[in-house]
């Protein structure tokens, strides 16, 4: 028999003795794995495509539009949409600290008639609103690239004169 | 704290996409593969270093990623029974001049790839080859009869 090369030996490097199919298995595997996670990035599980919420109740029809999964860095947009069945005298938007949380608010428009903090949450003074007419407020955030969230809360309220109108509920997740 | 992190998860993912994606990809740098290289380098730093621009975070990634590469070497260096998983094993895929259809169905390669490196070692017959064994590095050795 030819010399085997040195440290070499004949059942394991060419037989597969004590490798066996594991090896393969566990390649197979991985290589599952990873593309399952570009099947879920498809699926838009890692953000960033944006969904609608919708509250209609008598008074409005209130419909937020945003990302509900992002990543570290993601620029992104928020669009509240209101179309008054009713007339608004002091419509006013409400949002969960939520939003503001490790993100940068890059831009509000049009600029609302006021900006306070309304028990800790962001308030919008949107002012009035004549029935049957809409009105669309732009948010655009950058992610700070160290945020990190699972499901944090991000609610939004419709209030016109101190009533709350509408409630959206929604969360945010925040992938690194 | 978040780019040391970052290194380690990127320094992981990375052994271990090399470990599966098999020797010879890795081996054979095609022109397609080298321009993959690049890309993959652009999306990796980008997901590493995202928007720090700073002398410390670069020291900090690049130590990162020294400090573990030294250890994987270390490690595979002194407990043998790791360097199949950190480096995986050599394959002899011909004996007395021929092929080891097993051998080269497990690492996708064909007798054609195995008849083109050998040329490339002035070798004309894969008859007048003793041994070929793909190495942990992907690239084919080739040991001609005597």
Not at chain 1, 108 to 123: C, I, K, N, W
């Amino acid at each position: 028999m030819t010399d085997v090369p040195d440290t070499l030996v004949l059942k394991r490097h060419r037989d597969l003795e004590g490798i066996g199919n594991n090896g393969i298995l566990v390649r197979r595997g991985v290589v599952a794995a990873i593309a399952a996670l570009a099947v879920l990035g498809l699926l838009n599980v890692f953000g960033q495509r944006p969904v609608t919420a919708r509250v209609s109740v008598p008074a409005a029809t209130f419909s937020v539009y945003a990302p509900t999964a992002v990543r570290g860095g993601d620029f992104m947009e928020a669009r509240f949409h209101i179309t008054a069945k009713q007339e608004l005298r002091k419509a006013q938007v409400l949002l969960d600290p939520g939003w503001a949380e490790g993100m940068s608010l890059n831009t509000v428009e049009p600029t609302p008639l006021g900006q306070a903090s309304d028990d800790g949450r962001l308030s919008f003074d949107l002012g009035h609103i004549p029935k049957g007419k809409s009105f669309i407020l732009f948010l655009q955030f950058q992610v700070n690239p160290t945020n990190l969230a699972w499901r944090r809360p991000q609610d939004v309220d419709l209030v016109d004169g101190g009533r709350v109108l509408a409630h959206v509920h929604r969360t945010i997740t925040v992938y690194p | 704290m978040d780019l040391v992190a970052r290194a380690v998860f990127v320094f992981a993912f990375m052994l271990l996409l090399t470990r599966v994606i098999g020797k010879r990809e890795l081996g054979s740098l095609q022109p397609f593969d080298l321009i993959l290289l690049i890309v993959l380098g652009d999306a990796l730093q980008q997901g590493l270093t995202q928007d720090d621009y700073s002398l410390t975070g670069a020291v900090l990634v690049v130590g990162t990623i020294a400090v573990l590469q030294i250890l994987v070497s270390w490690l595979s260096y002194r407990f043998p029974r790791t360097r199949p998983i950190f480096e995986g094993e050599p394959l002899i895929i011909v004996e007395d001049g021929k092929p080891i259809e097993r051998n080269l169905k497990r690492e996708r390669l064909t007798v054609e790839e195995i008849a083109e490196a050998a040329r490339l070692e002035q070798i004309a017959h894969l008859a007048d080859v003793q041994w070929a064994i793909l190495e942990t590095s992907g690239q084919i050795s080739f040991i001609p009869k005597k």
